[in-house]
């Protein structure tokens, strides 16, 4: 006997089998038991989620001799001759094929004919987005007062393409992707009851690349125990056979784009095409790893939605806290879009390379993001460069190495003198108050990245402890955190304070974000000194009477 697939095989024969549709499932048996049957139904739904099975099902069911709490004994003559496609009275129609106004037709002539020896005559008409308009429009007449014996069951994938007179006409059931998880224990049971040992994890990755099609999980099932036939399945030979890529190897490839190694990051995909891994897969897989990513980095309560292991979730939030998040999107923008192309590209390989290029060196792009990204890897240039030539000016004094310096941007120019240190009295509220009118000049002379977050910064302090002489500097978004724990800029800071206004005071960086928690006694530039800013010119407060 030949072989039989295993989603044929194992196709669902009572509404008990049917897995992962129980609303759609209890409705139906409803209907059966009360006697309640409807003349015309639409199935919609992704492929492989059970729409077919269930027609087949609910054909035998209206017809089964000897019913089961709403289910078909599958033992009856009617359920024999049904399972075996001998019966006249369940006719089922592939649209795709069959989708004129002629097949129609005949749909039609043959309905006046009375079921043999049933109940019902039941058409099941799968594809049913694909007829023609000229079809629907012959079987309109037919589906809106059938005979009394004549049910209809329409299944489709595109719900959209169907006449809205045909969708008035039918009950319609939309059936969902199947869980993960309810895939997995059904891979279980069938991995179990055709003997085949496998690996829970290999199972798993299976159920996922399912992608909520308990067929498509079957299909690639099958693929793999064909191809290691009569050996255990092990989530490597499950990723050798599907073309696909562990997640160390995403991580160690991520890592390599982070340091901007592209001779590196092109050398492991020189590596994935000789192991002969398939590129399509393998940009779906890595976007959908940087989508898990972008979750950890967002909240710290994912693990039910990544369904990962304990040790991969722990290896996603060591990756998350060194990657930003608006360079994290800059990626998933970038893979995204690849994957809508390189589908149908003749060579993939070039267009992946290209990505990973984009990935390592921003410069490429000219969006806001990458814009940013340039800038701060401009910095790290400039930070290296100016930290070499004062380790180089301080040799050449004759100064002993670690002398403090500044490592980015806001430093003094080179050459400039370092202020000598005196005593300065501690500040006061009053001369906090006045560092907060002098603040424009204050942060003029700062420079590059660090003055441009400091004009947008509002300094503030305790005006009720005259001996907190803390000065907050408050950040108005996330673009300056990379400053918040930096004793560099908080120093230079402190020092053009020192100098311009002769006093001596703690400056402490906040993000707006985070004010709440200094919150009480901060207070802010006066209302009046605000409004002059903008209208430049003096302001008389007049009281009321």
């Known amino acids: ?40 139904y639409l199935f919609c739904g992704t492929r492989g989620t059970g729409k077919t099975s269930i027609a087949k099902i609910f054909a ?18 009617s359920c024999r001759a049904i399972l075996s496609g001998s019966s006249m009275n369940v006719i089922e129609i592939d649209a795709a094929s069959n989708n004129g106004v002629d097949n129609i037709r005949e749909i039609r002539e043959e309905v006046s004919y009375p079921p043999v020896d049933a109940k019902y005559k039941v058409y099941i008409i799968d594809e049913v987005h694909m007829l023609s308009i000229g079809a629907f429009n012959a079987l309109l007449k037919t589906l809106e007062e059938p005979p009394s014996y004549v049910i209809f069951i329409l299944a489709t994938t595109e719900s959209h393409k169907i006449p809205v007179t045909i969708l008035s006409r039918c009950q319609r059931y939309d059936f969902k992707r199947i869980s993960q998880d309810t895939i997995l224990a059904r891979l ?45 399945l092990t989530y490597d030979k499950v990723l050798e056979v599907l073309g696909a890529v ?130 701060r890897r401009l910095e790290r240039g400039m930070n290296r460069i100016l930290s070499g030539e004062a380790a180089v000016r ?3 004094a004759g100064e002993p190495d670690g002398v403090p310096f500044a490592e980015a941007d806001g430093i003094p120019a080179l050459g400039e003198p370092t202020p000598q240190e005196q005593e300065y009295k501690k500040a006061a509220p009053e001369d906090l108050k006045r560092v907060k009118s002098m603040w424009k000049s204050i942060v003029a002379e700062t420079s590059g990245r660090f003055r441009v977050v400091l004009a947008a ?8 402890d005259p001996e907190d002489n803390r000065l907050f500097v408050v950040f108005a978004d996330f673009l300056a955190e990379s400053y918040l724990n930096s004793k560099e800029h908080k120093e230079l800071l402190e020092q053009i304070i020192r100098d311009k206004a002769g006093c001596e005071t703690e400056v402490t960086f906040v993000l707006a974000e985070d004010e709440g928690l200094q919150k009480g006694n901060l207070s802010s530039i006066d209302l009046e000194e605000r409004i002059k800013e903008f209208i430049h010119t003096d302001i008389e407060i007049e009281e009321e009477n």
């Not at 196709?11 to 409705?27: A, C, M, N």
């Not at 209206?62 to 033992?75: I, L």
């Not at 095409?273 to 959908?288: A, H, K, P």
């Open 246 to 375: 562990d997640t160390e190897v995403f991580s160690r490839l991520l890592r390599k784009i982070l340091k901007e190694d592209i001779t590196g990051a092109v050398l492991s995909l020189e590596e994935l095409i000789m192991e002969g891994r398939d590129l399509t897969q393998f940009v779906n897989d890595f976007t959908w790893y940087l989508r898990n990513l972008m979750l950890v980095k967002s909240s710290q309560d994912m693990e039910d939605i990544l369904d990962v292991s304990a040790e991969n979730l722990e290896q996603l939030r060591e990756e998350a806290s060194m990657i930003r998040e608006d360079t994290l999107m800059r990626f998933i923008r970038i893979f995204s879009e690849l994957a809508g192309t390189i589908r149908l590209a003749s060579n993939k390989r070039v267009l992946l390379e290209m990505a990973l290029i984009k990935l390592c060196k921003p410069q490429a792009e000219r969006d806001e993001i990458s814009l940013l990204e340039r800038i």
């Open 188 to 232: 279980e049971e069938l991995a179990e009851r055709e003997q085949v040992k496998a690996e829970e994890k290999a199972l798993r990755y299976i159920a996922k690349k399912g992608d909520g099609s308990m067929r498509d999980a079957l299909s690639l099932m099958d693929q793999c125990i064909a191809f290691y036939l009569g050996e255990p």
């Open 394 to 396: 301080t040799q050449a």
């Open 457 to 464: 910064a509002e300094p503030k302090y305790n005006a009720q």
């Open 60 to 77: 035998r069911a209206v017809n089964c001799e000897n019913p089961r709490n709403g289910s078909p004994c599958n033992e009856c003559p």
């Open 1 to 40: 006997m030949s072989y039989t697939a295993l989603y044929r095989k194992f196709r669902p024969g009572t509404f008990e089998d049917v897995k992962g549709q129980d609303p759609i499932v209890k409705t139906l048996k409803n209907q059966l038991t009360a006697d309640r049957i409807g003349h015309a």
